[in-house]
Nanobody, 120 residues
Framework: QVQLVESGGGLVKAGGSLRLSCKAS????????MGWYRQAPGKERELAAS???????NYADSAKGRFTISRDNAENTVYLQMNSLEPGDTAVYYC??????????????WGQGTQVTVSS
């Protein structure tokens, strides 16, 4: 069973930075896309950023210029560096991966979520 374990959330003041990490564990993993979604209270979960195995990235408009997603394929780990944080970034951040444990099928997996709180 593939597991995604996140770390790095916390409380930060507006203008500050945080770095989230997410490591996928399992056997014979093949990970196509890894990403970070976020869900603020009362709102739907939305994509913050994603990255493919070849390094192509995609960002929400609100994240462009402030967030940077990166990936260590050898360690099956994805990172989200968040700078110039704003109170509107407050949310639970979820790691997401499209991953296969060979020879099984590709599946979407989610982490347990990590809270990011930005104070004004």
């Amino acid at each position: 069973q593939v597991q995604l374990v996140e770390s790095g959330g916390g409380l930060v003041k507006a203008g500050g930075s945080l770095r989230l990490s997410c490591k996928a564990s399992g056997r014979n993993l093949s990970i196509r896309v890894m990403g970070w979604y976020r869900q603020a209270p009362g709102k739907e979960r939305e994509l913050a950023a994603s990255i493919t195995s070849s390094g192509s990235t995609n960002y929400a408009d609100s994240a462009k210029g402030r967030f940077t997603i990166s990936r260590d394929n050898a360690e099956n780990t994805v990172y989200l560096q968040m700078n110039s944080l704003e109170p509107g970034d407050t949310a639970v951040y979820y790691c997401n991966a499209e991953v296969r444990e060979w020879p099984g099928p590709m599946k979407t997996r989610w982490g347990q979520g990590t809270q990011v709180t930005v104070s004004s």
